[in-house]
């Protein structure tokens, strides 16, 4: 049976838009070899969302839309295509190809298509850990990222989806691990970083490797013992899970090293003072507002007279951005 009836097959609906159409030539190019992509039964489908942390609200529009794969060759073509390309030299930094949404229209499976190659890749991205020795605890709270992505594209836009489509890739690939507050990504030493590393003697060549941070908005405040536990974790974490990878630096790309904060929040809060275990380099010239925006309020659309004040954190991002002000992305780093 082809694809449903009055919807084109999806890799032809993902040729009519360019960005998709450069995807599938790359799922395409020679190398990638074949990975055996099977999704949970109808029957199991529902625990295995639940385990992700995906909404419950999210559960019943995914269960409906899995056995499109099994009466639809093209979209099951497409999957395996889309996994093989996921899981593409697995375990290594900067690999893979990232899965996307597709451009096709009314269908819903077009928006939730990533969500099935995670599921799909969720057996492999299991066994690496396994293979790496890392506890199952670490392996379903990075691997929840999932369920924090969709509850996010929800919050935003009233459906299922995942915001945004290729971020999940990192925690599936093994590349990127919730520990404790703060998640750590495996990475080459950031862009407008490695002189600095490299000049205080912490790194020796700028494709060195760091421990990129990423602060979730879902797991409390940002206080230093939270983030103390977190950094004691990682260092034992990459000592014992990757001991043939050497982690000498912590380092951040985000809007909440923007220095402004240090003037606009109290000097003991706890944004600051995860500002000040940082050596900081140049930040982004061109301005990013819709970043703290989206990560305080959640939903980088909303108008900037309409942001609440009801905390210091609202009041600083909404008090500056209604006086003209504009939010810049600060990089920093630090010895791990």
Known sequence: MGAERGKPPLDEAARTDEQSARWLAALEAPGIAPVRAELPSVDDLPDVLLGLAVPHEAVAELLALRDRFDRDPSARLLLERAVAGLLHRPDEIGGGIAPQTLPTGDDPL??????????AALPHTRALHRTR?????????????????????????????????????LAFRGELYQLGRLQFQRAHLLEGLAPLVIAAGSASDPTDLCASLHIPDFRGPLSPEVCDRSLERARSFFARHYPEERYRTAACSSWLLDTQLRTLLRPGSNIVRFQERFRLGPPDSEPDDHSPVAFVFGDPTVAWDDLPRRTSVERAI???LRSGGHWYHGRGWFPL
Request: glycine share 14%; proline share 6%; with cysteine.
């Open 110 to 119: 077009g928006r939730c298509f990533p969500i099935f190659v995670y599921l």
């Open 133 to 169: 020795g890392i506890e199952d605890e670490v392996s379903r709270a990075s691997l929840a990222d999932l369920g924090r992505q969709i509850a996010v594209h929800r919050r935003r836009h009233g459906e299922t989806g995942t915001t945004p489509p290729g971020w999940c890739s």
């Open 318 to 320: 909404g008090d500056h």
